[in-house]
């Protein structure tokens, strides 16, 4: 009988960390189904700073670096240049990537370094304990906003940052994809999209990311299965999925449906 999934080779055998629902895992076995893939695992570095990410490292059986909070994109920008046939990737959540490393993201992509950034948004900060994010939504709850995110003075919390959308109007970007981490059809597409990035960056093309709208219910308050309603019902709207950005030319997108599975 023909094996219809098997444990990935680039995924190490230990018990996990993350709470009952989170998204992380699920990316986590995206991220190394393909590596296995593509027959990428001794030329692969990942990335991952402070927060949750930061125990990628426990689970990928590659490679991998942790940089100060914020600053991944500086230290996969030096490993991609120096390391120019590896596949590398960033694993960063929203906290990390749209507020304290805000700056080395944007200045990446503009100077089209030649990464790809894995985007975990939960819409909250996950392991310092609840605190809004950037990518919060206008009413969640959160342990810095008991009653909501208020974008309206006097509270003046701002609104969502859609990084993504901010991030295609730079010329750097060339791939640029919003998925979810919620349903087997959106983990489907969520594979695809990450498979189009991780080969656009090996075919030498620019500057990469792909989204990953992740459950996190600990801190959402909510049970796993509340957490994935939370998804369709309330992230998804606001944060739209789908291809945000796709500059790639025709020659490798006709390439890639050729040899897609």
């Known amino acids: 009988m023909k094996k219809t999934y098997t444990h990935p080779e680039s995924l190490i055998r230990v018990q996990t960390k993350y709470c009952a629902g989170c998204g992380h895992g699920v990316v986590h076995r995206i991220i190394a189904e393909l590596v296995d893939e593509m027959s990428l695992r001794e030329k692969t570095v990942i990335t991952n700073p402070v927060g949750c990410a930061i125990w990628a490292d426990l689970y990928f059986d590659f490679d991998s670096v942790q940089p100060a909070h914020g600053?991944?994109?500086?230290?996969?920008?030096?490993?991609?240049?120096?390391?120019?046939?590896?596949?590398?990737?960033?694993?960063?959540?929203?906290?990390?990537?749209?507020?304290?490393?805000?700056?080395?993201?944007?200045?990446?992509?503009?100077?089209?370094?030649?990464?790809?950034?894995?985007?975990?948004?939960?819409?909250?900060?996950?392991?310092?304990?609840?605190?809004?994010?950037?990518?919060?939504?206008?009413?969640?709850?959160?342990?810095?906003?008991?009653?909501?995110?208020?974008?309206?003075?006097?509270?003046?919390?701002?609104?969502?940052?859609?990084m993504l959308e901010m991030l295609a109007t730079l010329q750097g970007t060339t791939y640029l994809a919003r998925g979810a981490a919620d349903t087997a059809a959106h983990v489907r597409q969520l594979k695809s999209y990450i498979r189009t990035a991780f080969e656009a960056q090996m075919a030498g093309f620019g500057s990469s990311m792909v989204e990953v709208l992740s459950p996190c219910p600990t801190n959402w308050g909510v049970t796993p299965v509340q957490a994935v309603d939370m998804i369709a019902d309330k992230m998804i709207p606001c944060y739209p999925l789908g291809e945000i950005k796709n500059t790639l030319p025709d020659t490798f997108r006709k390439k890639q449906k050729g040899g897609a599975q």
């Open 71 to 162: 600053r991944t994109p500086a230290a996969a920008s030096a490993i991609k240049r120096i390391l120019k046939d590896h596949l590398v990737v960033c694993y960063q959540g929203d906290g990390d990537l749209a507020a304290i490393g805000t700056a080395e993201t944007v200045h990446a992509a503009n100077r089209g370094e030649q990464f790809t950034t894995i985007f975990i948004n939960n819409a909250i900060y996950g392991m310092t304990g609840g605190q809004m994010a950037p990518t919060t939504l206008v009413h969640q709850k959160a342990a810095t906003a008991p009653l909501g995110r208020d974008p309206e003075f006097p509270a003046g919390m701002g609104y969502p940052i859609r």
